[in-house]
């Protein structure tokens, strides 16, 4: 035990102390009253300033859940302030109808708001933010029943009697909830954990009766400040600066299925709130025996409840579509994504690339300029990459693909596409582009291979080159629409076909001629008597070398 929380418990000890003596020794008169009104406002400052302590080196729920207790052991200390005022100052008995009893219920809001965040869990991000306000409804329901059921009876139509048996009610069940949440975490949590729990719940359990004893007290008008009956109210708050005490070092424990589980129970209990509402503004219309201020009270509070409600679930709603769309944004990215090179895949090309073909198209339409309107297609294929396998294995040849993906997105333009085309076969497509600069962009491919050797894994490395053909759309600029860009993709593949046989390790473009196609770039002239209506391009059945 460190010399800090020595001086902590001390602190509480010596404050009990000074209560059961004053209540021992002393006559009713200031002098009791005084010593009794400041060992208890003492106390409560004590937890406040340990609960806070606690939230200091937490994160997430759990400092949330400490930040939580702290706030609700500082509404009792304002109402023990304001009760001193009537002590001490004014010197007159506390009114029957007494505004600060709110601050006596709203700590029991704060302490459940805690524990159903389940402080023990790791929070996750998707939890943080529907949970919070998953909260903030539940906190309002129960801010709601308090005002409907007591409010009422304190300012719309003044009755000590119905005031004091409703609030007395409506404790008890906060208390009864709590005790259920902790027995449940209890259950739930283990070790340390599990152990603090324990504590607490003794702890709320012993304040409840000791609270429940003096509020008999004080209806029965038996009740004078620094008699017995503070005794173990008193008591009660040093066991909460113990249990304070006892939470320093907990740490959040990983529990993916549990929290999960959780936050489903915990949004269903927000629905129910929600539901609830309607319900209680036909019993509040049917109720028999009210008068018609309480009906039209307790019926404009459900109200307004139900429009902050309303507004919540709505905020709450509107999280979920934005959550929807953004998985619904990865699981398309993840689809149209290969996964090795992290470039796009065919999935992606098919669902662009009538876009891009209706805006050439249109651009030819219109008579735009010939260096931004041709769309060109390059067909990149890895030479000898069979042999990368066999000889290094798979594994290299999987760091020979994304290092090639890496020189080739380095040799294109921003505008262009590159897209994995299937093995080691690559397609650029070159939007707004020039097709008398095609040459261009395919040497500097072939230039980004020829750079440097490739790493396969130390101390091997490999000269790895490629081979290249390229067709540009439309295949006619004269008639646009004369053939598909499926059909200007297979001479691009047949281009690639003649650079692999002339010798690898270059580019080979295609372009219209009076007998079909011929060949645009290369070291040689080659003659190729394709025919327009031959059927679309598919991908390559095996690798070309």
Avoid at 72 to 94: E, S, T
Avoid at 457 to 475: E, K, L, R
Wanted: proline share 3%; aromatic share 12%.
């Amino acid at each position: 035990m460190g010399s800090s929380t020595k001086v902590w418990i001390g602190t509480a000890v010596i404050l009990t102390l000074a209560q059961v003596l004053a209540s021992a020794l002393l006559p009713r008169g200031l002098a009791l009253t005084a010593i009794s009104d400041f060992a208890l406002a003492l106390l409560l400052l004590a937890l406040v300033l340990a609960f806070a302590r606690n939230a200091i080196p937490a994160r997430g729920r759990l400092r949330a859940f400490w930040i939580m207790q702290s706030v609700g052991w500082f509404m009792l200390l304002i109402d023990q302030l304001w009760w001193m005022l009537y002590d001490l100052v004014w010197q007159k008995p506390l009114p029957m109808l007494f505004a600060g009893d709110a601050l006596l219920f709203l700590p029991g809001v704060m302490m459940l708001a805690g524990f159903l965040l389940q402080p023990h869990l790791e929070q996750s991000k998707r939890s943080a933010r529907l949970g919070t306000l998953d909260f903030l409804l539940l906190m309002l329901w129960w801010i709601f029943f308090y005002v409907y059921l007591v409010t009422c009876w304190q300012y719309v139509s003044p009755n000590v009697d119905l005031y004091n048996k409703n609030y007395d009610r409506l404790y008890m069940v906060e208390i009864l909830v709590v005790m259920v949440v902790l027995c449940t975490l209890l259950k739930r949590s283990t070790g340390t954990w599990r152990r603090f729990y324990a504590f607490y719940l003794g702890a709320v359990l012993f304040g409840y009766l000791s609270f429940s004893l003096e509020n008999r007290a004080l209806e029965l008008n038996v009740y004078f400040n620094g008699s017995w009956y503070d005794t173990p109210y008193v008591g009660s708050f040093a066991v909460f600066l113990i249990v304070a005490l006892s939470g320093r070092g907990l740490q959040l424990c990983r529990d993916t299925g549990e929290r999960e589980r959780y936050g489903s129970w915990l949004s269903v209990l927000a629905i129910l709130a929600v539901l609830s509402l309607p319900v209680i503004v036909l019993a509040a219309v049917l109720q028999h025996g009210v008068s018609l201020e309480i009906m039209h009270f307790r019926v404009l509070v459900t109200a307004v409840a139900m429009f902050v409600m309303a507004a919540l679930v709505f905020m709450k709603q509107k999280l979920l579509h934005q959550e929807l769309k953004q998985a619904n944004q990865v699981l398309e990215e993840s689809s149209t994504t290969d996964p090795l090179t992290g470039i796009r895949n065919r999935r992606f090309f098919s669902a662009t690339i009538e876009r891009d073909v209706a805006q050439t198209i249109r651009a030819y339409a219109e008579g735009n300029d010939l260096t931004e309107r041709d769309l060109i297609f390059y067909l990149i294929d890895l030479d000898n990459f069979k042999k990368v396998n066999d000889f290094h294995g798979h594994d290299a040849g999987d760091r020979v693909l994304i290092e090639a993906s890496r020189r080739i997105s380095s040799a294109i333009r921003n505008s262009d596409l590159l897209v994995r085309w299937g093995g080691e076969e690559f397609l650029v497509v070159s939007r707004f582009t020039d097709r008398r600069q095609a040459p261009i962009l395919a040497e500097r491919v072939l230039n980004a291979f020829r750079g440097k050797p490739f790493l396969v894994g130390a101390p091997d490395n490999v000269q790895q080159t490629c081979s290249i053909g390229w067709a540009a759309f439309p295949w006619i600029e004269k008639d646009v629409e004369a053939i598909g860009f499926d059909g200007v993709l297979k001479y691009a593949d047949r281009g690639l076909y003649r650079a692999k046989k002339a010798g690898k390790d270059q580019a080979i473009g295609m372009s219209p001629s009076l007998n079909g196609a011929a060949a645009a770039v290369g070291n040689e002239a080659l003659a190729d008597s394709l025919q327009l209506s031959e059927p679309a391009l598919m991908p390559s059945a095996g690798p070309r070398d």
